[in-house]
């Protein structure tokens, strides 16, 4: 018996409880359980980890990045290596951002304009142009199975009218950003295409970014333009409003986000896909997250301390190390160290997903909400 061919994207909600939902999408390279957390692997690698172990940990998917991957090796070199998959070894989905929010917080000498944006590398000063035609470009050269529209993520604290008049340029190359993409024949018949919903904090403004990406029409939608320095507060009452503005058979991903703690409030109010730096550049910085909360191993009391990071996890540091020997590992700014603080808290956003899906597919998500916050001092 052949497996029957995989479609191109597909989503199935197999469960909700209140807002969250619970639910699986289905594409070539394999399927992706939701609400789904990805790690980043921003160039071509998840920092300190092989790609066997991030599988291990329950990763189904990983997230590119266009901004590091266009300057260093370059999306032809990639391509010309065989794709993004084949050059670091990993053989499931991949999600790759457009670029437009990396160029315009890392880059130097930024000129924004209707076509574009202009830029110098920060690796060697040299000048750039990414455009929605060129972002679809390099994403489809990189072989990406879900691409990001091209987009512009203004800062929060920003006056109404400028949220506004960016929101409304993002809409415009959010239409030559799925033009580009249908213009890639091959890739386009096996990857899918997300828009990016701006807006800001306004429920208007987001309303409008909704319906004109909705009139466009996307295999799934993010909320971009949080995560950006406004605060759990202020996030989390735009997400009363924000993933019900879009279409409710489609997977919502929450942009750049977040803390455990983000992951659960969103997860709450609907949200259904993420990705942060968070457990691998904080691992890295001897923080490790445990369903106590965020612990800092580099503080002299874990120095004796035979205990694993977390009594609840199986992943190989807490099935084989101590907490004291990690505080040494760090310390002693070891390899392993980063090494095993990464494993660890990628494995435990797994966990956290997991748990979470379980929750909601028995109709317990409040109460294992409820229990979280009880016991999670963030
Ligand atoms: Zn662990």
Redesign the pocket.
């Known amino acids: 018996m052949t497996e029957p061919a995989r479609p191109r994207f597909s989503f199935t909600i197999a469960a909700t409880d209140g807002k969250a939902r619970t639910g699986a999408i289905q594409m070539q390279r394999g399927e992706i359980r939701t609400p789904a957390f990805m790690p980043v692997g921003t160039a071509a690698t998840v920092k300190a980890m092989k790609t066997g172990t991030v599988r291990q940990t329950g990763a189904d998917i990983i997230l590119g990045n266009t901004y590091h991957l266009m300057l260093r090796p370059g999306a032809e070199r990639v391509a010309k290596l065989g794709g993004l998959h084949k050059f670091m070894n990993w053989d499931r989905p991949i999600l790759t951002d457009s670029g437009g929010y990396q160029v315009m917080s890392l880059s130097d000498l930024r000129k924004l304009t209707e076509k574009g944006v202009e830029f110098r590398s920060h690796l060697d000063g040299s000048k750039h142009m990414l455009t929605p035609e060129r972002s679809m470009e390099i994403q489809r050269l990189l072989g990406s199975d879900i691409v990001m529209a091209f987009d512009e993520c203004p800062r929060a604290d920003q006056p109404r009218d400028v949220i506004a008049k960016s929101m409304e340029m993002s809409m415009r190359w959010a239409q030559r950003s799925r033009d580009g993409f249908d213009s890639g024949e091959e890739h386009a018949a096996r990857s899918a295409l997300f828009g990016i919903q701006q807006g800001a904090l306004d429920e208007e403004l987001r309303k409008l970014s909704a319906d004109a990406l909705t009139d466009i029409g996307f295999d799934g939608y993010a909320i971009g333009g949080l995560a950006v320095g406004e605060g759990q507060e202020a996030m989390f009452a735009t997400l009363e409003f924000a993933p019900q503005q879009l279409p409710e058979n489609r997977p919502r991903y929450l942009m750049g986000v977040g803390k455990p703690d983000d992951l659960v409030g969103a997860v709450e109010r609907g949200v259904d896909m993420f990705d942060c730096v968070l457990p691998s550049r904080s691992g890295r910085n001897g923080q490790a997250f445990t369903w106590n909360g965020p612990i800092n191993l580099r503080n002299a009391r874990f120095a004796e301390d035979t205990d694993?990071?977390?009594d609840r996890?199986a992943?190989d540091?807490?099935s084989n190390y101590s907490r004291a020997y990690l505080h040494h590992l760090v310390k002693s700014k070891e390899i392993l160290g980063a090494m095993l603080m990464t494993e660890?808290n990628i494995?435990?956003y797994q966990q956290l997903m997991q748990t979470m899906r379980d929750a909601i597919s028995e109709e317990r998500f409040a109460a294992f909400a409820t229990d979280f916050r009880r016991n999670y001092q963030a």
């Open positions: 694993p990071i977390d996890c992943c540091a807490c660890h494995a435990f």
